[in-house]
């Protein structure tokens, strides 16, 4: 209005100086939208375990090898570094978290302080309330149907899920090896992402070492798993059952195997695996378009 006023483009307006300085209540029920979140440039925290980030997906319509349906991923504010944890329903999200915060504060000379997540039940209960006050954890929401206060883990499921769901394509492997590929694509995630702002990886800021990653393979290629006196065979007969890569074991040095003549998931570090991974991650960067400099 005062710049119709003031450069004389429209006829009758009154010689006052129209000022923007109330809130006008039809505007604000016709116009108003989201607040809007900005990119931090800063890190909130200084050291790891001051702040977990927690949040659930599933739930999957093919459950896994052992049954479970919903994946509890745990993100650490400091160092980006990530858990998952594999569940069968929504009600153990509360024994898994117990069991890993015991893990965590006897590994670490910091012990949590302040956990993050959503007002969902698996969450906000309880259980959850006294375990939190008995050990001294605030608790924190995000807001109502503001999944942008919660993005840290928010972000990181998506990565997971994505991850997941390409390495089940290109493998070939069926569904139900699903939690495997997440697992698989936490652990590479840990040692492999660098954190923007402090130019490190998660697995270096957390453990305070930088990883090694010689020992990784392709997900879901075909390996050979030696029959280490599992079964009492003949001398004749073959030294090494044929196999799937599908991770890395949870506790310990030793790759995860899915034996086709047995049918079961073994952790052996006797294995041959038969792809490179290296040549493996190029093939996949020229498919999606990646240009080399």
């Not at 745990?74 to 990530?82: C, E, G, M, P, Q």
């Not at 949590?112 to 924190?140: L, M, P, V």
Request: with cysteine; aromatic share 12%; net charge positive.
């Amino acid at each position: 209005m005062n710049k119709l006023k003031s450069k004389d483009l429209v006829p009758g307006l009154p010689n006052i100086k129209f000022q923007n300085n109330r809130l006008c209540d039809a505007c604000v029920k016709g116009k108003q939208i989201r607040t809007s979140f900005k990119t931090k440039d800063v890190v909130s925290t200084n050291k790891a375990l001051n702040v977990l980030h927690m949040d659930l997906f599933g739930l999957s319509r093919t459950a896994s090898l052992v049954g479970n349906l919903y994946a509890l991923v745990i993100v650490d504010d400091f160092s980006r570094y990530t858990w998952t944890l594999f569940l069968a329903s929504k009600n153990d999200a509360y024994k898994a978290f117990k069991k890993l915060a015991k893990v965590l504060n006897n590994e670490n000379e910091n012990n949590i302080k302040q956990t993050c997540s959503d007002h969902g039940g698996e969450f906000q209960n309880a259980k959850f309330d006294r375990f939190c006050k008995k050990h001294g954890i605030i608790h924190s929401y995000s807001a109502p149907r503001t999944p942008q206060q919660n993005v840290v883990v928010k972000r990181n499921n998506r990565s997971l899920e994505e991850l997941a769901r390409t390495m089940l394509n290109e493998s070939n492997l069926p569904k139900y090896f699903w939690a495997d590929a997440v697992y698989t694509a936490f652990y590479l995630l840990n040692r492999t992402l660098i954190k923007p702002i402090l130019k490190k990886t998660p697995y270096e800021l957390y453990k305070g070492r930088k990883p090694s990653i010689s020992h990784l393979r392709v997900f879901g290629c075909k390996c050979f798993i030696l029959n280490n006196g599992k079964d009492n065979m003949g001398k004749f007969y073959p030294k090494s059952d044929e196999g799937i890569h599908i991770g890395y074991a949870i506790n310990g040095h030793a790759y995860r195997v899915y034996n086709k003549r047995l049918l079961t998931v073994e952790e052996s570090i006797h294995v041959v695996l038969n792809f490179n991974w290296q040549i493996c991650l190029l093939n996949l960067l020229l498919k999606i378009g990646f240009t080399f400099y």
